[in-house]
Nanobody, 116 residues
Framework: QVQLVESGGGLVQPGGSLRLSCSTS????????MGWYRQAPGKQRELVAA???????NYADSVKGRFTISRDNAKNTVYLQMNSLKPEDTAGYYC??????????WGQGTQVTVSA
């Protein structure tokens, strides 16, 4: 059974940093693109950052220059380093992974709250 497990969320003050991790398990197939999405109350889920198996990345305009996505292919793990956090970054953050032959899977989410 494919599982994605996120960790690293929490409460941080504006200007602070957090690092999210998402590890995958339960599949023998290659993981293609991986990404982080977020959803704030009353809003649609939006892409934050994504990374291909080759390391190409793309970011939402709102996080460019502050967030960095990376991955460890050997561990099928993706990370999101979040710096200079703002209150508007407050949301549930969800990991997504696209597996060869299996399609896409979501993690259960981790809450990030940016508040003084």
């Amino acid at each position: 059974q494919v599982q994605l497990v996120e960790s690293g969320g929490g409460l941080v003050q504006p200007g602070g940093s957090l690092r999210l991790s998402c590890s995958t398990s339960g599949s023998i197939f290659r993981v293609n693109a991986m990404g982080w999405y977020r959803q704030a109350p009353g809003k649609q889920r939006e892409l934050v950052a994504a990374i291909t198996s080759g390391g190409s990345t793309n970011y939402a305009d709102s996080v460019k220059g502050r967030f960095t996505i990376s991955r460890d292919n050997a561990k099928n793990t993706v990370y999101l380093q979040m710096n200079s956090l703002k209150p508007e970054d407050t949301a549930g953050y969800y990991c997504h992974a696209d597996f060869a032959y299996l399609g896409g899977y979501w993690g259960q989410g981790t809450q990030v709250t940016v508040s003084a």
